[in-house]
């Protein structure tokens, strides 16, 4: 991971892209084999791997530059490669933010129209797609495409949540959100069991832009699925101190915990102490880097599931199909005590327009597990749960689906997405090792 380079705002001029851009579109006609753009490395995934160890990793964040930015209509020009850090760092003092943001900002900005990432606010503001106005792609052609929801859309769709299969973002013109304070308004309130978590979340949608609740994966019978819903703001100028937040990390872990330090006593310890802990009524200030990126303030915490690391169950179920698969999913867990503390519930709004985005409106888990023996066996019944409900995994997250229930949950809209990359000429030329776990490349 790079620094993040205090840029200086006022001198940006065109694109004077470096590294790979410098010596010319790797991608152009004498190349050879599958190519993968890579941006911070930030999904769970083999989506940022590439397929064969003689694929060529295509490094975004080598060109990371803001390119222009119009105050008066919010709208930025940027390389792909330019983090979430950064934009949060030169405009936060300036009154604006990203439309939706990540759980943590040590994203690029390609990474994250390739994820078509979903934040607090989705039933709000949709996915980060949703704010592209156009995308300059490079799909190995003499020139790089302009695509937008007017030129070469199909194209456009299909890279938003394409997950890099369908060429490399140079570039992407973002509306930004205009904020008339960079500090937060946030408030917690208890859930004691699943129900009430679920409509607590939807009937704080209507009055909170931002929303989100944690779950204590090992609580089972009346209290399953009790946790706590986070709420928040942007505050109002009256409302924030004057100054500006800085983002900050305040802990590291230095070593690998040892794999027996998640067992089940320690989460469910921890899970009761969450619980009871958190400051619930009253409304508090709090950083937008707090709110929005918990986890980005300890370094390494991925350190903390041991050696054999973890994975991630993130799905999201139709509303349609009600509580009970939802139900299902968290009994599942509660009787084989494989979850951690990181267990999250956030209902979503309408499907976004990326062919392949993965929010509908519904309600989306995620969970973390660390990796055991079973885990593809639970990652499995688990799937079978979703597929009968209508739902369906997020990519940026995914790493045990196999190719059969995928196709199982995206039928035609996979059927969709092939195409089009077929009509540009881009399979094989774009793949990476989720592609040929998932789509048989
Ligand atoms: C702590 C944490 C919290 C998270 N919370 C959320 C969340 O709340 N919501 C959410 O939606 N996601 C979340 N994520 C997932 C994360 O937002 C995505 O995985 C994001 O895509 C990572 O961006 P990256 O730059 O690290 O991309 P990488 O991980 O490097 O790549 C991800 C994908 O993007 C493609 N890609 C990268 N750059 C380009 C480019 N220039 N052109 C074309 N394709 C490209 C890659 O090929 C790959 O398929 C979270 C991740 C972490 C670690």
Same mark, same amino acid.
């Given at each position: 991971m790079s620094d993040y380079p205090n840029h200086d705002f006022f001198s940006w001029g065109g694109n004077t892209a470096r590294g790979v851009l410098r010596k010319g579109s790797p991608l152009g006609k004498h190349t050879k084999g599958a190519r993968l753009s890579v941006g911070l490395g930030r999904s769970y995934n083999d989506a940022a791997l590439p397929a064969r160890a003689s694929d060529v990793l295509l490094n975004t964040t080598e060109d990371d530059n803001l390119q222009s930015f119009d105050e008066a209509s919010g709208v930025l020009n940027a390389s792909a490669g330019i983090s979430l850090a950064t934009l949060a760092k030169v405009f936060l003092p300036r009154g604006f933010f990203v439309p939706v943001t990540p759980g943590t900002q040590f994203v690029t900005l390609g990474g994250a129209i390739a994820s078509d990432v979903h934040g607090k606010n989705h039933h709000r503001a949709g996915t980060i797609g949703r704010h592209i106005r156009s995308l300059v792609l490079d799909i190995g052609r003499d020139a790089p495409l302009t695509c937008s929801r007017t030129q070469n859309t199909d194209l456009f769709l299909a890279t938003l949540g394409g997950m890099g299969l369908t060429g490399h973002i140079l570039s992407a013109q973002l509306a930004m959100e205009p904020i008339e304070s960079p500090w937060i308004v946030e408030n917690n309130a208890r859930a004691d069991n699943v129900e009430e978590f679920l409509e607590l979340l939807q009937s704080n949608a209507e009055h909170w832009p931002f929303t989100v609740g944690w779950i204590d994966c090992l609580s089972k019978g009346r209290a399953l699925g009790r946790g706590v819903l986070m709420r928040g703001r942007w505050a109002k100028a009256t409302e924030g101190p004057k100054t500006v937040p800085q983002f900050s990390a305040k802990m590291s872990l230095p070593v690998t915990a040892p794999n027996w330090a998640l067992g089940k006593?320690?989460? *469910? /310890? =921890?899970?009761?102490?969450? @619980? %009871? /802990?958190?400051?619930?009524?009253?409304? %508090?200030? $709090? #950083?937008?880097?707090? =709110? @929005?990126?918990?986890?980005? $303030?300890? *370094? #390494?915490?991925?350190?903390?599931?041991?050696? %054999?690391? @973890?994975? &991630?169950? &993130?799905?999201?179920i139709p509303r349609a199909a009600g509580t009970q698969p939802i139900v299902e999913i968290l009994e599942k867990l509660a009787s084989t005590g494989d979850a951690s503390f990181l267990c999250v519930l956030k209902d979503f709004g309408p499907c976004g327009d990326g062919t392949l985005s993965f929010p509908m409106k519904g309600t989306t888990l995620a969970i973390d597990l660390p990796n055991k023996a079973h885990s593809a066996e639970l990652f499995g019944q688990l799937n079978r749960v979703t597929i009968k409900s209508g739902g369906r995994i997020y990519l940026a997250k995914d790493s045990y689906t196999t190719a059969k229930d995928f196709s199982a949950m995206e039928g035609a809209r996979l059927e969709q997405f092939q195409s089009i990359r077929e009509k540009w000429g881009l399979r094989g030329r774009f793949s990476s090792a989720l592609s040929r776990r998932l789509l048989g490349e």
């Open positions: 006593l320690s989460v *469910r /310890m =921890f899970n009761e102490s969450y @619980f %009871r /802990m958190q400051h619930t009524g009253s409304e %508090r200030i $709090a #950083s937008p880097y707090s =709110f @929005f990126y918990p986890l980005d $303030a300890v *370094r #390494s915490w991925n350190r903390m599931y041991g050696s %054999r690391g @973890f994975s &991630q169950y &993130q799905c999201v």
